[in-house]
Every structure is written in structure tokens, then in C-alpha cells.
């Protein structure tokens, strides 16, 4: 897998190729994936819904929709993901000057080809109609836990305490959370453990030390999470990172 990052806007390309992995059922709270199939077939469930996606097939998801993907190592995946901040703040014409020159470095990398290039700006409007058409509506308190939950994963948060601050039986809150996020508060928040020290390996700590600071019980047990969730090992990932230069 290889990741290519904005160095100033929430964007990044992921590729994805020679990989025979089945991700888990996941949601990604703070981007809006848009993934184009470029070789062989990947196998997307969608919220139940399982489709098998072809080359040249581009798929779309959103915030906090649960969905799985399985590919092989023929499959070559291509998503990129655009951080919600940037969707809510930029409007659609200053959203494709800047999308347009990051895919213009894109094509002159070699990452994809002009056609790809003009799918995917397109599926950047298809997002914005999204956005527009409505807003995922979410119960009060199931929005105030998952906000506590993305914003200090690492900390230990018993399911009694979150329960504790809805006025709710953790029994409740599990089956509430599950059916609103499609996930356990226990799953979400390892998830975003992971999310978190994705950010973190970009820095100057160990692997080790920032396992720590995740709240992992050592780092083989964080190696063993982050190569379920991510794809790769933790090594892996940030010898896989790449920053794609503002365009000027």
C-alpha cells in the first residue's frame, strides 16, 4: 500500500495493490472515501448491501457508514479521501481548483491516468450533492459520546462512565451505539485508536512509545490491531507515506 498526503489540505491518495485482505467491517468518521477499482475486482458491502466492483467502478462513502471491502492480490484499489473539514468549509468550485491540480500531480506521478483522473473529480460533485441532500442525523447523545470517543481515544473510557454520562444501562448503550455507529463503543474506539497514531507515526517517537501513548498493552499487541485495520503493519505505513507538495 502506498499513501500520498496533502502537505496543507485534508487529502490523501491510498493505493492499494498486491494485498489479499478481507477489512473488517469500519466507518471512517472524518473523510469522505471515493475509491476507483483500476484492476480486477473488489467485493464492497455496503450497509448489508454487497456489490462487486470492477475495473473502472467507483464507489462512494460517506461518514460514519459502516462498510467492508475484500480484494486480492490482483485487486489494484485506488480511494482518495477528503477530510470532512475540507468538504464543509470549501465550496464546490474552490474544492475542484484545488482537487484538480493534486490530480493533476497525480497523473504526472504516475499514480493514475487522465480518465481516472476525470472520474474521480466527478465523484468530488457526486459528494457534495451528498452533503447537500441531507446530513446523517444522529442521536444527541450517541453524537456527544462518539465526539468524546475521536477526540481522546487513547484514554480509557469504561462502557459504565459513557453509559453514566447519557443516563443510560450499558446494555442500552451498546445496542443504541451499535445500531446508529455499527459498531460496539469498545470496536469504535480501538478504531480510532488506530486512526489517531496513524497521524502520530509521522513523528519523531518509537512505534513502541506511541503504542503506549494509544493505550495498547504493549506494541505487539498494537502491531496485531493496526495490521487488521490498516492493511499493514505500523513499519510498513510509514515507509509507505508520501507527501504530495501544495500546487502553486
Known amino acids: 500500500m502506498q499513501y500520498y498526503q496533502h502537505d496543507k489540505y485534508p487529502i490523501e491518495f491510498v493505493l492499494s ?9 469500519h466507518n471512517h468518521v472524518k473523510h469522505y472515501v471515493i475509491s476507483m477499482v483500476m484492476q480486477e475486482v473488489a467485493t464492497v458491502c ?29 485487486t489494484k484499489l485506488l480511494s482518495m479521501c477528503i477530510g470532512t473539514t475540507f468538504i464543509e468549509e470549501a465550496t464546490l468550485e474552490a474544492a475542484e ?26 465523484s468530488l460533485r457526486t459528494v457534495y450533492r451528498l452533503r447537500d441532500q441531507g446530513r446523517r442525523e444522529m442521536d444527541v447523545g450517541i ?15 469504561p462502557i459504565e462512565a ?27 474506539c480501538i478504531q480510532n485508536r488506530i486512526r489517531k497514531s496513524q ?21 505487539s499487541h498494537f502491531n496485531k490491531v493496526f495490521q487488521k485495520i490498516v492493511g499493514i503493519s505500523p513499519s510498513e505505513y510509514i515507509h509507505s507515506k508520501n507527501i504530495m507538495q501544495q500546487i502553486t
Do not use: W
Open 199 to 219: 497521524g502520530l507515526l509521522d513523528t519523531e517517537r518509537t512505534v513502541g512509545e506511541i503504542s503506549a501513548e494509544m493505550g495498547f498493552y504493549d506494541q
Open 162 to 188: 459513557l453509559a453514566a454520562e447519557i443516563y443510560v444501562s450499558k446494555y442500552y448503550l451498546i445496542r443504541k451505539f451499535k445500531n446508529c455507529i455499527g459498531m460496539t463503543p469498545h470496536q469504535f
Open 97 to 122: 481548483v484545488i482537487v484538480q491540480d493534486l490530480l493533476r500531480d497525480a497523473v504526472e506521478r504516475g499514480i493514475i491516468g487522465n480518465e481516472q483522473s476525470e472520474k474521480l473529480l466527478a
Open 143 to 157: 453524537k456527544a459520546l462518539t465526539d468524546k470517543i475521536t477526540s481522546h481515544p487513547e484514554q480509557n473510557l
Open 17 to 25: 495493490e498486491n494485498i489479499d485482505k478481507h477489512f473488517a467491517p
Open 46 to 74: 455496503l450497509e448489508n448491501r454487497e456489490v462487486a466492483c470492477h475495473r473502472g467502478d467507483v464507489f462512494i462513502i460517506p461518514p460514519y457508514t459502516v462498510h467492508s471491502v475484500r480484494q486480492t492480490k490482483d
